[in-house]
């Protein structure tokens, strides 16, 4: 399991595991809640969204940077289409006045009380129903065996991994495997006499499109579950042996094993200990200095009575379901997760060192509602995430992205030809209304009062520039965005956590911009601000602050040990 206590820092890693049976398809259409966490500050533009796109009136949580609302589970396809959303789970149960006892061994005995009472069944509805969502990337696995090769293998495959079951001394004659997966087992000195192996491909467990006519299997590898000298005889397991006979799409998927004979189908469901075991682990994020138990023991004591009552298996990195434990002072939510990698990571294939989240970008562009035929800019576009989110959402807009750095600017461009890919797979149009070039900031190669938005991430003076640089940069930057804006209608949003810096900055820029709205933001731990700018009437040209005093913006003096604050 892992937890997070944020009121002391804490950071831990446990295990503790889950195992299910796949009773919980999900056919008749059910109400349930999901919880939603969006970038800390744009809690209120996410709630605008589930309105707008789902029809749903969200809440936002006391617990900053989470919102929740209520859907039919026909809808769970659009709730993942959202923009502002980093991660999905379904409300298991929230209570918003939880009573935690004083003495931590009673409150812990309560947690682990409470897995016990809890209405598990619609959230491992909807959880069945998320895996076969399209967006679903798949379980926390890693490839097990050796990967497959092209060509023919003959002779013996030694160690190949598989899971679930075992199949010791068996003996294959005259037979043939097609496209068989086998999950959680292993075979032990298995013999396949009279045949050879084509084309087949082991891959995390898994034999795919593979024939095997001829050869020896030895020795493979167990995860879970056992099945021991096992023999197929008109459609009977008894001694581990099929002659004369051609098994068809043998699979094994924890409850269930098909077996296809040549006379006919026989399929038998593995009803035993370990025949269907799904793994988990518990999650726990707690806020909060009233507590006597920390993050990481609320975890461990929780997920034990989740295992004991599901009797799943515990797995840290491979595991089938998270389960999360939030406590926030009183307010008690618990969930299952339904995103395995926050959704934020949508657009961006080539990272720089300060690549902004795709649902902040989302934040920041709803902040400016761009209109269709805008000329939005982003003047210092880095990896390019905010022009991009731009020109997927809001398609009518044109979008020019620019840096002075020739490696921003190649990533630019490469993460564009990312999306333009993705489009052209899906069959859709590889169009985006969006251009990349390399410009110097203060000189921008643009027509004055031609543009209406400026968006843009400015250097914080931290991972990128420095502080005391910011002082000049700062100025400079503001005064050439308003000599591109249209005079009354130009607007910016513009993110720094240089708040002191920025806000001296559009101080001394009366004449040409006017600080809208503000919004606090939390990037990468750091407290930074959104700012939104409309641009003054003033004409570029006409206005005192056109031209800068060397002395009238300089970082000020470092100061004494004994006048620090």
Not at 463 to 468: F, Q, T, V
Request: glycine share 10%.
């Amino acid at each position: 399991m892992y937890s997070q206590d944020s009121s002391d820092g804490q950071q831990c890693s446990l295990v503790v595991s889950v195992e299910t049976s796949s009773q919980f398809a999900c056919d008749e259409v059910i109400t349930v809640t999901i919880g939603a966490t969006v970038p800390t500050g744009f809690e209120n533009t996410a709630a605008e969204e589930v309105q707008e796109k789902i029809g749903a009136n969200a809440r936002i949580s006391k617990d900053r940077g989470r919102i929740y609302f209520k859907i039919t589970t026909d809808k769970l396809a659009q709730v993942h289409q959202l923009r502002s959303v980093d991660n999905l789970f379904v409300v298991v149960e929230e209570y918003d006045n939880y009573h935690f006892k004083d003495s931590k061994e009673e409150a812990l005995d309560d947690l682990q009380k409470l897995a016990c009472k809890l209405p598990w069944s619609n959230a491992l509805k909807v959880w069945n129903l998320n895996s076969s969502l399209k967006r679903k990337r798949g379980p926390h696995r890693r490839p097990q065996g050796p990967r497959g090769r092209g060509g023919r293998a003959r002779g013996k495959a030694n160690k190949d991994t598989l899971e679930a079951g075992t199949v010791e001394a068996g003996t294959v004659e005259a037979g043939t495997v097609e496209a068989g997966t086998v999950e959680a087992g292993k075979v032990e000195a298995g013999t396949v006499e009279a045949g050879k192996v084509e084309a087949g491909t082991v891959e995390a467990g898994k034999v795919e499109a593979g024939k095997v006519e001829a050869g020896t299997v030895e020795a493979g590898t167990v995860e879970a579950g056992t099945v021991e000298a096992g023999t197929v005889e008109a459609g009977k397991v008894e001694a581990g042996k099929v002659e004369a006979g051609t098994v068809e799409s043998v699979t094994v998927e924890t409850e269930k094993l098909e077996i296809s004979l040549q006379d006919g189908q026989r399929e038998m469901e593995c009803q035993g200990p370990g025949a269907k075991v799904l793994k988990f682990r518990v999650t726990c994020n707690r806020a909060g200095d009233k507590h006597s138990f920390s993050s990481n023991e609320a975890a461990r004591d929780f997920g034990g009575a989740v295992q004991d009552f599901f009797q799943w298996k515990a797995d840290m990195t491979k595991f089938d379901i998270e389960v999360l434990l939030n406590i926030h002072n009183v307010e008690v939510v618990i969930g299952i997760a339904l995103t395995e990698e926050s959704l934020h990571r949508r657009n961006i294939s080539h990272f720089g060192p300060t690549t902004l989240r795709s649902t902040l970008c989302y934040g920041m562009l709803r902040l400016c509602k761009p209109q269709p035929a805008d000329v939005i800019l982003d003047p210092m576009c880095g990896t390019g995430a905010l022009p991009l989110e731009g020109a997927i959402e809001w398609k009518e807009a044109f979008y020019l992205a620019g840096d002075n750095n020739d490696m921003a600017v190649s990533r630019t461009i490469n993460n564009i030809c990312h999306i333009q890919k993705k489009k052209l797979d899906k069959g859709c149009s590889t169009g985006l209304p969006i251009d990349t070039l390399q410009w110097d900031l203060c000189l921008l190669p643009m027509r004055t009062s031609s543009v209406d938005i400026i968006i843009t991430d400015m250097p914080f003076g931290k991972r990128m520039g420095s502080r005391k640089n910011n002082w000049d940069l700062y100025p400079s930057c503001l005064r050439e965005m308003a000599r591109v804006t249209r005079p009354g209608s130009g607007k910016a949003v513009i993110l720094t956590q240089d708040k002191k810096c920025f806000q001296k900055a559009i101080s001394r820029m009366g004449g040409l911009w006017r600080k809208h709205h503000t919004v606090w933001v939390n990037v990468g731990g750091l407290h930074a601000g959104v700012f939104l700018l409309k641009r003054t009437v003033g004409i570029f040209g006409q206005t005192p602050e056109d031209v800068r005093d060397p002395q009238e913006l300089k970082p000020p003096e470092e100061k004494t040990g004994e006048n620090r604050e």
